[in-house]
């Protein structure tokens, strides 16, 4: 039975049983690269193994990668000494994530290996699945981990996507395990001493010890090779004086002098090999911190600044020198807003999304949002606070931009409805379209460039220097920025559509590609699920117009169902016809609605113009189809397209 295992890769080497790993990987690839040898020298080494995955690698996928190295992988499976199952079994059974349910099952597996006549258990569970939700307690049982896996047989390695967590995250999953597996470049680097011994908990603090202790032995030695050189030169002269000295004795004294030199110098080395691998470790954890985009700083129980990087410099206007002992709270435009904040953190733990303006020594204000946690020394002693800022200008500059544009489009579209009254506002219409066409295309193009600018902005950012929530909700702004702009074009569209002549230009198209188009355009509820069965079937129309006929259907579809539902879209050729059917399982048409359907500038929503399906009807009458509906209340509507073979007339 080995005491000491190989994890399976050179540059991590041996590791003891009771090791607890971090792994931070960006692609798949990154984790067949570093697990399948990891599982491989563990099998080949007579050790029970477990691998529990989700996305970006599955079951399937793991288990095929692990294949292509493992030829008798089926049996191995079959025998229970290598087990691949997904998250749900394990981290969720019974639909819940209970830390010491897990926790007991690790150690249960371990037991369960040794007493099969396994050298022990080796390990690994992706994260990916644990939401912001459940992050405090997956900490802490990763904490718990940590604290009890020394005492099995067991090697475990825990999975994190970098591009899913924030710096203090990041922080989080390193204080919670003894190393981490990184890449650098496009090599793998092991941070942290702790993989080659166990006994150590921090290399900053192991490598401050053994400089002290080394410095120590250092003075002790000098004091006894002072003291033996004095006994020796005693020696030698009370020998030399009353004896004799013999060559053997000389020969003895000498050979010990030599090993107590080589001792001296041995000690020596080490404490200057302590001295760079503690460097070493101050200076990447340094560049850890000037790589963020963000300023970052930490700040100590009295409310001064600690540490910040050149971010916060530049966005302060002040050189790190002096913000470091400066009051935090003196570079927001309101000082005991901030100072609530970082108090905030010293009572809860963390303070998340937390708004403030900072100013610079210019008097430039910029609105961010901070993030912050405490960080503790190696006694578990909170020592400070280490804050993060996001710079949210441009988003909230867009959302006024969007609201003040779709303000403007209501009021005009108010403003022009209320004055046409039937056959008046009819004739109007194309009068209308035009003005409109020429106010508002113009300024959605601008709005439209400024969500481009800002979204390529945020995808430069390299995933690594990612803030994850702010992510999400920067895209949750864009889509619904992206939503209101699609609407406004919508009604500029509609009024024009309606008001001009139609000439279709047409062409064969595959309808499944036309219909995949429209739904990667037209925004809906995540809770609205869409199925197809369009294979195979083509028409001969003009695409433009079509375009327009299924993006209204569709977006009336998904306003029908506001709760979620589902929209189903058929399509069944013919020798002579093609039949479209677009079905919703939303509201219903309301009885009094359906005969004027139809007809222009009558709807039944809060919002919208009246012309989506006036418009849709003109373009299938154009193409010289039909276009007909069944609606029941409460169980939805389906719209019946049908379209000559040729469908131009």
């Excluded at 095929?64 to 008798?72: E, F, S, T």
């Excluded at 090697?155 to 890449?183: E, F, M, N, P």
Aim: proline share 3%; with cysteine.
């Amino acid at each position: 039975m080995a005491t000491t295992p190989k994890f399976g890769l050179d540059f991590v080497g041996d590791v003891p049983w009771g090791t607890h790993l971090c792994l931070f990987y960006e692609t798949k690839d990154d984790l067949r690269d570093i697990l399948v040898p990891y599982f491989v020298e563990g099998l080949q080494a007579n050790e029970a193994c477990m691998w529990v995955t989700t996305e970006p690698l599955g079951v399937e996928e793991a288990t095929a990668a692990l294949a292509k190295v493992v030829p008798n992988l089926d049996t191995l499976i079959q025998t229970e000494q290598m087990l691949i199952l997904p998250y749900e079994e394990w981290y969720l059974n019974g639909g819940t994530f209970d830390a010491n349910r897990v926790l007991e099952g690790w150690i249960e597996k371990e037991q369960e290996a040794v007493s099969r006549g396994f050298d022990g258990l080796r390990l690994t569970g992706n994260t990916f699945w644990v939401e912001q939700s459940l992050w405090d307690s997956f900490t802490a049982y990763e904490e718990a981990v940590n604290s009890v896996i020394g005492e099995h047989r067991m090697i475990a390695v825990c999975t994190y996507a970098l591009g899913k967590y924030t710096a203090s995250d990041i922080i989080d999953v390193i204080q919670t395990h003894v190393g981490a597996l990184v890449r650098q470049g496009k090599k793998w680097a092991v941070l942290g001493d702790v993989i080659r011994g166990k006994e150590a908990e921090g290399k900053l603090l192991e490598a401050a010890k053994t400089v002290h202790t080394l410095n120590e032995k250092l003075r002790e030695a000098n004091e006894e090779l002072w003291i033996a050189n004095e006994e020796l030169e005693l020696r030698v002269n009370e020998r030399s004086t009353e004896l004799s000295i013999t060559n053997e004795e000389l020969k003895a004294a000498n050979e010990e002098l030599s090993k107590a030199n080589l001792e001296l110098r041995q000690e020596a080395q080490d404490r200057k090999d302590a001295e760079q691998a503690a460097r070493a470790s101050s200076f990447y954890a340094r560049n850890l911190i000037e790589a963020s985009l963000d300023p970052l700083v930490t700040i100590n129980p009295e409310g001064k600044i600690t540490d910040v990087n050149h971010a916060t410099e530049e966005v302060t206007g002040c050189g790190r020198d002096e913000l470091i002992g400066s009051e935090f709270s003196t570079y927001f435009t309101e000082p005991e807003k901030a100072r609530a904040a970082y108090q905030q953190v010293f009572i809860y733990g963390f303070v998340k999304d937390y708004p403030l303006g900072m100013k610079s020594k210019s008097g430039t204000a910029t609105d961010v949002l901070y993030n912050a946690t405490v960080y503790r020394n190696e006694k578990g002693e909170i020592e400070g606070v280490f804050a993060a800022a996001r710079d949210i200008t441009e988003r909230k500059r867009a959302e006024e931009e969007l609201q003040r544009y779709s303000g403007h489009l209501e009021a005009i579209v108010e403003e022009r409805t209320a004055q046409l009254k039937d056959a008046e506002r009819l004739a109007g219409i194309g009068e209308t379209a035009a003005m409109i066409g020429h106010d508002l295309r113009n300024p959605l193009q601008g709005l439209q460039y400024v969500v481009d600018l800002q979204k390529m902005r945020f995808e430069r950012t390299a995933p690594e220097e990612r803030d994850a929530r702010d992510w999400d909700k920067a895209a949750e702004s864009f889509e619904r920025i992206g939503q209101q702009i699609f609407y406004m074009d919508k009604i500029v569209g509609d009024l024009q559509d309606y008001a001009r002549p139609l000439h279709p230009e047409p062409e064969r198209m595959s309808l499944g590609n036309l219909i995949e188009d429209v739904l990667a355009q037209v925004p809906h509820d995540k809770n609205v699920w869409v199925t197809t069965s369009v294979d195979g079937v083509h028409l001969e129309a003009d695409r433009h117009l079509m375009h327009r006929v299924f993006s209204n259907l569709f977006l009336n579809a998904a306003q029908a169902m506001p709760e979620g539902g589902t929209l189903t879209v058929t399509g069944s050729p013919s020798d002579h016809e093609v039949v479209i059917k677009v079905k919703d399982t939303g509201v219903g048409i309301p009885a009094e609605m359906e005969e004027k359907l139809f007809s222009p500038l009558m709807t039944g929503k809060a919002k919208g113009t009246g012309l989506g399906l006036a418009v849709v009807k003109r373009i299938i009458d154009a193409h010289g189809g039909t276009i007909t509906f069944e609606s029941e209340k409460g169980k939805g509507t389906t719209f019946t397209v049908t379209l000559p073979a040729s469908a131009v007339r």
